[in-house]
């Protein structure tokens, strides 16, 4: 039988408690109700279930669909409620089951960059943050991951990374109706702006010159 969320986030816990120097920035952050985009960036394979243990809710995921295809991996992710995508492609299947999930008051993990950069460096976001936040009128929650590139193989943590996962504040976009590609674009910019507040310079590639968000921009409104 299958591991329930809950068993897998346990375990996730106690592999980086006791193979790593783990530490959770900002947990406080997080609502404990209601719909909730979780938006971070991504240079790893472990980051989906590092957030899992990270954050004080049940997250979903989306996914890409090559991780469905090997069966012990593929009962791991949906016991995580991961929702299949392909990347590069518009899914409608994902839209929807991610706006269901939103619907519903729950938590959906995105990586905005869609793909993993192992350098540890940001790059551009996909458009695909923005417009599930405005069309669900969903909250993000932004969060920085670093350390987690230095793990790329299973065997990589056993040199006890030290990993910091860093929570920043939720916050909105300013609803956009026509969802034009280019406003889209800019929207999920500004979420990648956010991210890449939450971290050290170095880390943040194309956005290492983005001014502090220390005040909504004109682009968010106060939740």
Known sequence: MPLSYWAWTSLMRSYLLLLSRWRVVGQENVPRKGPLIIAANHFSFIDPPLISASVPRRIAFLAKQELFRFLPLRLMVRSFGAIAVRRGRSSRHAL????????????????????????????????????????????????????????????????????????????YLQPNMEETDSDLQAQAEVVMEHIAQLLPEIYRGPFGKASPLATPASALKEM
């Open 96 to 171: 929807e089951r991610s706006e269901r999930i939103l619907a519903q008051g729950k938590a959906l993990g995105i990586f905005p960059e869609n793909r993993r950069n192992r350098q540890g460096q940001l790059q551009h976001p996909q458009r695909g943050v923005a417009l599930l936040a405005l069309r669900n009128s969903a909250p993000i929650l932004p969060i920085a991951i670093t350390g987690s590139e230095k793990v790329q193989s299973f065997w990589d943590i056993f040199r006890r990374p030290t990993i910091t996962v860093t929570i920043g504040h939720p916050f």
